[in-house]
């Protein structure tokens, strides 16, 4: 065991797990000492040769420290980007994946005492990248602090089963992770990219039903759309899929771009001045923006983004860690991996509609650190489009329970960054999130499970729902519905916003009053 750093007690149960069964996922919330455990099970098996597979090149050299401060000073074997694929094999190698599936793809690299260890494994399940696992090694270790983003396609390529979920709840508990709140702020988008938006949606439906009437095995679900159009424009070459993927992308941007979003930013880091923030964005152009706004108001800040030379990007980094900037903006690549404990505020400024990039995100923020107070998530979410579904389906995993986050109109009452100068109010604070879990079974009987208890709901749905139903391909199942009256479906361990419920509040509070209160809690059978 190691001499500086003891094992929390989640780490020590997990690790026991995983020495008796050999293989499986753990799922451990970022910030909680994921990287930390995976070097213990290492050294607790001390295979004849391990192999770590990481998704990107920056997060080898944050292994090669956590072995270091382990106390491991042996020679650690490095590959991809700049540490190329040529260096001689060790007892410990650590591999980006895109380099790994290449060289050791082979059973004649596992068998009997060898190891290998796959961090941000719900990146590996793709045709090309899950060759790593065909070295068939006698122990198998999947880390991931979303891992449900691979759903049991991910646990059957491991083998094992899931070890161990240990959640930002429990972190915090356990005085794991830092305390956090978040704050889902809704705001109206500009007029011209509404408009925009709005014509994007249009032009989605109309090629959604000419491709409905063209393929017979379109599906109904909506939630397997994405999916199923990625597939069938490989496969059939057809450019109504190409336009679809294309519509899709187009309106991602529309959105991400409303220029409210850089005002909101100002207006936070004004509230936050003097703090350590990270800005999150999804696009390059927007990073830019954000910086020059905030730099016009005298803020001295930095922007990472794969568009600036990687000598720029790790200067940036360096210096952010030394505290020589306090405000870092970045386009994703830091959504993984990176690791600044002390900082406090987190502003989402963009953001896709998974929850894994949001527990990935919000990760970010809440590492534990010596004097620091609790730390804060904004998700800036506009009003009456997909941004919607990001903190439902966060919430919907159980990763953050739905009293953490609160919801805000938030008034844009400015045109221009020139013109902010004290902070704009959040206008009108929304109730809180919580949902239920809700079973249909075959029989169309709605249904909540307790610990050792089904109540039957007596719910009937008039022919209107009854469509709804229908339409999505909802005959059975498991369902969330949220406070607010959305809906949601488990779509092969995924949690996916399907828009409004026709199970409204309402309807389930007269069936049974008790279950908004009801939140099924870790370990409880739903």
Known sequence: ????????????????????????????????????????????????????????????????????????HKPIAKFGGKHGATSEWQDINIWTIDTARKFINNPEYGGENTMLVVDECHRSTSATRRRVYQMKPEYCLGLSATAFAGGTYLVNLIGGGLIYNYNFEEGLKDGVVNDYEIHHLNFQMGDETRDLYDELCEDIKMTRRMIKSSYDNAPER??????????????????????????WLDRKRVLWSDRNRVLMTCDLVLQHFGERIVVFHQQIEQCDAIAAALRDLNYHCAVEHSGLPMKVRKKTINDFRKGEVDILITCRTLDEGFNVPNVSVGIIAASSSTATQMVQRVGRVIRKAARKGKSMIYRFSAKGTVDDFATHNLIATGS???????????????????????????????????????????????????????????????????????????????????SDGSLLMDSRGNWVNVGLSPLTPEMLNEANPDWLVYTPQNGEEE
């Not at 013109?419 to 704009?424: D, N, V």
């Open 400 to 482: 953050v329970h739905g009293d953490r986050v609160k919801m805000y109109d938030w008034g844009i009452q400015h045109e221009d960054v020139e013109a902010i100068g004290e902070p704009i109010p959040q206008e009108e604070k929304l109730p809180p999130l919580f949902y239920t879990t809700v079973g249909l079974d075959t029989s169309g009987t709605f249904h909540i499970t307790k610990p050792n208890e089904r109540i039957n709901l007596e719910i009937e749905l008039n022919d209107e729902y009854n469509q709804f139903f229908h339409d999505m391909g909802l005959f059975s199942g498991r369902f969330r519905v949220l």
């Open 1 to 72: 065991m190691p001499k500086k750093r003891e094992l929390h007690a989640w780490q020590a149960t997990a690790l026991k797990e995983y020495i008796e069964k050999k293989k499986g996922v753990v799922q451990a919330a970022t910030g909680s000492g994921k990287s930390f455990f995976g070097v213990c099970a290492i050294m607790e098996v001390n295979a004849r040769i391990t192999h770590i597979i990481v998704p990107r090149v920056g997060l080898i050299d944050q292994w090669a420290e956590e072995f270091r401060q382990y106390g491991y």
């Open 222 to 247: 909506i939630s397997a759309w994405p999916q199923w159009i990625n597939e069938m424009a490989a496969s059939t070459g057809d450019p109504l899929f190409r336009r679809m993927q294309m519509l």
